[in-house]
């Protein structure tokens, strides 16, 4: 078969939110983590937009993050519909998040904060949730 023929297959994402770390298929993300960390585990961002921010978009696993004017990316978002955002992944998140063993939707949660780690939903109280966000825990103090 010609291969620009064959259908791209979408590597699979396996995030597992622990206490204090986030292992990405078998790779521990610190955060605030750097591009490079992140390219390890997802490959080159399919887009690169460039704003008051950078902000790096995975379209064909449905994962973007936000470089901040310090070079950090406090998280990753992971969008599991679609939306039709120009910052926002075309395609939703076709793996899967654990909470340590235990595997979690979306509609599981609105925030799960652990130590240095955070789960955060993505959307507001009044509206679908349209995905999750993992990184930095704001609230946790030292």
């Known amino acids: 078969m010609l291969k620009f023929l064959k259908k791209k297959k979408t590597k699979e994402i396996n995030i597992v939110c622990k206490t204090n770390e986030v292992i990405i298929n078998d790779i521990k993300i610190n955060f605030p983590t750097t591009t490079e960390e992140l390219i390890a585990v997802f490959e080159e961002p399919s887009r690169k937009i460039e704003g008051t921010n950078q902000y790096l978009i995975w379209d064909d696993l449905?994962?973007?993050?936000?470089?901040?004017?310090?070079?950090?990316?406090?998280s990753i978002n992971v969008y599991q519909s679609n939306n039709i955002s120009e910052y926002v992944a075309q395609k939703p998140f076709a793996g899967k998040l654990y909470l340590e063993e235990d595997e979690i939707t979306f509609s599981d949660f609105s925030k799960i904060g652990l130590n240095t780690v955070a789960i955060h939903r993505l959307g507001s109280e009044s509206e679908n949730r349209f995905g999750f966000s993992v990184g930095i825990n704001n609230e946790y103090v030292a």
């Open 62 to 74: 449905g994962i973007s993050c936000t470089i901040k004017g310090d070079n950090e990316i406090l």
